[in-house]
């Protein structure tokens, strides 16, 4: 059994958001995600196959939904769930300091 820390390792300032794979299961996916002022591009949005919780750890966001007239602002303890093929954008990531981002994808099982 090892221990691990969710902080440790943080990659500095890159050109692309920082993806690191945390668990893997079948439909079962948990990743951590580092921003530093990145954004989706702009006419650009996911539209996801599965399932997505996302939960902001540090640092701050602007998230927008398609169909919303504003982005939701995440703050440290945030959380919402993102419902498969539900589009939606990173307007915006801090660009003072890291905003990590914890994300669990998963395959609704109804």
């Known amino acids: 059994m090892r221990i691990a820390n969710l902080y440790d390792d943080l990659p500095p300032k890159m050109p692309r958001e920082a993806f690191k794979e945390l668990l893997h299961r079948p439909g079962l996916r948990l990743e951590r995600i580092v921003s530093h002022g990145h954004a989706t591009p702009a006419g650009e949005w996911y539209d996801q196959t599965e399932e997505e919780w996302v939960l902001l ?54």
């Not at 927008?64 to 939606?88: F, M, N, S």
């Not at 990590?100 to 099982?109: C, F, T, V």
Request: overall charge negative; proline content about 7%.
């Open 57 to 110: 750890l540090a640092g701050s966001a602007g998230l927008h939904i398609e169909g919303e007239v504003e982005p939701i602002r995440l703050k440290p303890g945030d959380y919402l769930t993102i419902p498969a093929h539900c589009r939606h954008r990173v307007e915006w990531t801090d660009p003072t300091t890291a905003t990590i981002w914890l994300a669990l994808h998963y395959r609704d099982q109804e």
